[in-house]
């Protein structure tokens, strides 16, 4: 595997590379994402893998500064994957000046859900990723559908913005008893690890639910979030949605999904299950 640390390196050999895919990734690697770059190496001839902490989607109260670098052991897991180049770059390669110009994606879509509890997150996920599928030109790109919200920002973007690019989802990949992994699952202690596949076993229960008929949708989201709170959780939200652009369901044939974020203990997980 070839570590490029700078956009002209890994320009030079994106030329050389065929069908390109590219697996964006802030490092700090589970096999969550080794499934997504196995994946990616499905569809094109070289798969590029970026890991970049970016700056630009922590609000000021979040944890850049503590966010785990991992560059060594997460190079040993992507060459065994197949991973044929990685794009490393420092802050100062990525942002070599203040960055004046950002992506903006629909008020509608990103002031919901994650947006509403981290305002300019997906500001900065839009940017930096514009600015990744700028850099090395793929022809197709993974994300994966455990961060939803993201997925669809991202998604409409490219076709909004008619990039050349493929987007492909990558599904969740979890643990035995359900647990979406996460990069922040390291930060459970040994009590909360076993109180964390709550929130599956919760949204499991509301896609049966619907799937059995129920449509009162507001007592399926409140009982979650009653439950989680009485378990000693804060939630931010459980809440059944559109797929397409997250918003309330207008008719329950809708393909839909149901969402979540809660803290357990300092940590902040997310899911979402697809209904």
Avoid at 145 to 150: A, E, G, L, R, S
Avoid at 234 to 253: E, F, G, M, N, S
Wanted: overall charge negative.
């Amino acid at each position: 595997m070839q570590i490029h640390t700078t956009i002209e390196s890994l320009r030079a050999a994106r030329a050389r590379a065929g069908r390109v895919a590219l697996v964006p990734t802030m490092g700090n690697l589970h096999d969550g994402h080794i499934a997504l770059m196995r994946q990616a190496g499905e569809h094109a001839d070289s798969v590029i893998a970026s890991i970049f902490v970016n700056r630009l989607q922590f609000g000021p109260s979040e944890d850049f500064d503590k966010y785990p670098r991992t560059l060594e052991s997460d190079c040993e897991k992507l060459e065994a994957a197949g991973v044929k180049h990685l794009f490393a770059p420092t802050e100062k390669v990525m942002y070599p000046q203040i960055q004046h110009y950002h992506v903006d994606p629909a008020p509608a879509q990103v002031s919901i859900l994650d947006g509403e509890f981290r305002p300019g997150h997906f500001r900065g996920v839009a940017t930096v990723v514009l600015k990744l599928l700028n850099i090395v030109q793929p022809d197709l790109a993974l994300f994966g559908k455990k961060d939803y919200q993201q997925l669809m920002v991202l998604s409409n973007m490219v076709r909004e913005l008619a990039l050349p690019v493929e987007v492909v989802p990558g599904e969740t990949v979890r643990a035995a008893d359900g647990l979406a992994l996460s990069s922040r699952n390291g930060y459970l202690s040994a009590e909360q690890r076993a109180e964390a596949p709550l929130l599956y076993s919760l949204l499991t229960r509301i896609r049966e639910a619907v799937r059995a008929g129920d449509h009162d949708f507001l007592k399926l989201e409140t009982e979650a979030m009653n439950t989680l709170t009485e378990r000693g959780w804060k939630p931010d939200y459980v809440a059944i949605r559109h797929r397409a652009d997250l918003q309330p369901p207008v008719h329950t044939c809708d393909p839909l999904v149901v969402l979540a974020a809660a803290r357990l203990g300092a940590t902040r997980l997310i899911d979402n299950l697809e209904i």
